[in-house]
């Protein structure tokens, strides 16, 4: 049963660009989590999804970060107009049910130039 | 309120001899915890998670310890391994245990082993 899988493992992007990360969940996970880690800190929570739904947002900047979960296919995090500072670790989790532990991919690290 | 934390940044441990990571945290409601083990480039690893309506809880080598009276838990890792070394998160549910929600993570510490 793979685990959760991210890609790109690396990404970079120009100031300006667009960065579009993908996660996809373990297989009969419906709940999708992203978090961001800055160097020597902790996960941060972003958003929370279930299939089709943005269930808890908190997390996200008002501003150029949307995320998706569809029906079919990965859940995607978009983050337009990139700055240096969206230079992060983006962690996706995944769970079958609300009260189960999230599992973590080995996320996607974003550098802006 | 939502904290965990007060880590020690890091932490130096003989191979062979137990590592003892400690966490407090601030919401004296806070019902459940789980620590995470993240490698260099990975990403965090479930280890072993507590309930409040107990105090221990024993796995493979690893103890969790909480203390309810003081917010204190506690990380032991016996007999500790070079595959050990990493950054070690204790982290809790927003919302408590059996809701689905965010985690909240501490800022971690990290654990090196001496040879």
């Known amino acids: 049963n793979a685990g959760v899988m991210q890609n790109p493992r690396h990404l970079v992007r120009r100031r300006g660009q667009e960065a579009r990360l993908r996660c996809s969940p373990m297989?009969?996970?419906?709940?999708v989590y992203w978090y961001r880690q800055l160097p020597e800190e902790g996960l941060k929570f972003m958003v929370y999804l279930q299939k089709e739904n943005i269930i808890d947002e908190s997390g996200m900047p008002k501003e150029r970060f949307s995320a998706e979960f569809p029906k079919e296919g990965p859940s995607i995090l978009r983050i337009q107009q990139v700055v240096r500072g969206d230079s992060a670790a983006y962690f996706c989790?995944?769970?079958?049910?609300?009260?189960?532990?999230?599992?973590f991919g080995d996320g996607t690290r974003l550098s802006i130039l | 309120g939502e904290s965990v934390g007060l880590h020690l940044p890091t932490l130096s441990v003989q191979e062979g001899d137990n590592s003892i990571i400690n966490c407090a945290y601030s919401?004296?409601?806070?019902?459940?915890f789980i620590w995470y083990k993240q490698e260099s480039g990975k990403g965090p690893q479930f280890i072993i998670d507590?309930?409040?309506?107990?105090d221990k809880r024993q796995g493979q080598r690893v103890t969790v310890l909480l203390n309810k009276t003081v917010k204190h838990l506690s990380l032991q890792i016996a007999a500790t391994q070079p595959g050990d070394s990493a950054v070690y998160f204790c982290?809790?549910?927003?919302?408590?245990?059996?809701?689905?929600?965010?985690?909240?993570f501490g800022s971690g510490t990290r654990l090196s082993i001496r040879p």
């Open positions: 919401n004296s409601a806070s019902d459940y």
């Open positions: 297989k009969g996970h419906s709940h």
């Open positions: 982290a809790e549910p927003s919302s408590g245990y059996s809701s689905a929600s965010k985690i909240i």
């Open positions: 507590i309930r409040s309506n107990m």
């Open positions: 989790a995944s769970s079958p049910r609300g009260d189960q532990p999230q599992h």
